[in-house]
Nanobody
Framework: QVDLVQSGGGLVQTGGSLRLSCAAS????????MGWFRQSPGKEREFVAA????????YYTASAKGRFTISKENANSTVYLQMNSLEPEDTAVYFC?????????????WGQGTQVTVST
């Protein structure tokens, strides 16, 4: 059974916006952290944003703060990443995650990945 199913992404011009979605197969526990990582060619997968399911507390990497917004919808166990003011440096494959913390080592499930390309 697939735990996380992603949708969204695509090609956008610099300054544009995209929204990513990630639906979990079951309702996350209140302590679960769901989030987004991204990976560019030749680089390691890096943290972008996360949200703690129960409290709704959000976390962002410095480059995402002020431009990206992570949110959740309890009714359908879905987490969203709204990305505004996109820059070419945001080009990467974005992965949804579910786990117990903010680090890659805390992730228990990954989404299938979705390409985000920002053109100049």
């Amino acid at each position: 059974q697939v735990d996380l199913v992603q949708s969204g992404g695509g090609l956008v011009q610099t300054g544009g916006s995209l929204r990513l979605s990630c639906a979990a197969s079951g309702r996350p526990f209140s302590s679960t952290v769901m989030g987004w990582f991204r990976q560019s060619p030749g680089k390691e997968r890096e943290f972008v944003a996360a949200i703690r399911w129960g409290s709704g507390r959000t976390y962002y990497t410095a480059s995402a703060k002020g431009r990206f917004t992570i949110s959740k919808e309890n009714a359908n166990s879905t987490v969203y990443l709204q990305m505004n003011s996109l820059e070419p440096e945001d080009t990467a494959v974005y992965f949804c995650s579910k786990g117990s913390g903010l680090g890659k080592e805390d992730v228990r499930s990954w989404g299938q990945g979705t390409q985000v390309t920002v053109s100049t």
